[in-house]
């Protein structure tokens, strides 16, 4: 019996190399074929960036950074993030939650909802806002009689900028929980349990490393939001210009040193989130293959 099993798996190794593994000149130009579309379309700009920055001297380069306009949209594109992020994470965490654990009617529209902000460019969503919340908008006349100004205003940029970015935690969310089931929660329900201990002592620590992903996505893409914030902005430099609506700025006025500068600031931010977007993907990994050796 063993020495059928052996022959069998003999065979079917010798089938897949036949049928599977290519020939060294196909592998050769497939990967040649992928990192000369990498170097052009990815690495070779990122180096564009960094050396017309640098090419009026280190100096210029840091004295634009330090400008403080440029300190100014800093400020608020962490300002955005700090607000945007957080919110995104509980609403993207209450609707994986609803979605994954109840069944209720309209749970289809619900989902549809979540993914509306892929479907709509930002610069529509932006002036989506603009025609609610603008001076001839549906509220625009009640806010503007109780002094409340949300279009050209930091109100108008973290409330685009939300829109943008809410489906990211939610949809990294609802896969990972459907596919875990809801049968932990049922069993530590009937030993007990109540609906927070069960969330807090059961979801939340089979879904951190998803919410953590979903939170990094969803911080990189509010970091470099440019259509909706740029519609409902205003481009007031110095007050509403974030740090991609400070980069059209310098360029527009022709100080291509000082806007690759700040580009190269969110191409280093950028940078950061990739590793930490890496590190969550190993760690995951590494946790997975712990939990099938136990």
Known sequence: MAIHEENAQALGEEIMGRYITEKAYVKLILISIALSFLTLVLILPLISIFADAFRRGIEVYFAALVEPDALAALKLTMLTCLIAVPLNLLFGLTA????????????????????????????????IFVVVFGASGV?????LSHD????????????????????????ELIPLMQAQGIQEEEAAICMGASGWQTFWKITLPNIKWGLLY???????????EFGAVSVVSGHIRGRTSTLPLHVEILYNEYQFAA????ASLL???????????????????QDQLKHIGE
């Open 214 to 224: 979903g939170v990094i996505l969803c911080n990189a893409r509010a970091m470099g």
């Open 259 to 262: 806007s690759f500068a700040v």
């Open 148 to 171: 409340i100004q949300i279009i050209f205003a930091v109100p108008g940029i973290i409330l685009a900028t939300m829109f943008v970015t809410l489906p990211f935690v939610a949809r």
């Open 139 to 143: 509220i625009g006349p009640w806010l």
């Open 267 to 285: 191409v280093v931010l950028a940078l950061i989130t990739l590793v930490l977007k890496g590190l969550v993907e190993w760690k995951h990994e």
């Open 96 to 127: 994986a939650w609803c979605i994954t654990k109840f069944n209720f009617k309209g749970k289809n529209i619900l989902i549809t909802l979540i993914d509306l902000p892929f479907a709509i460019s930002p610069v529509i969503a932006g002036l």
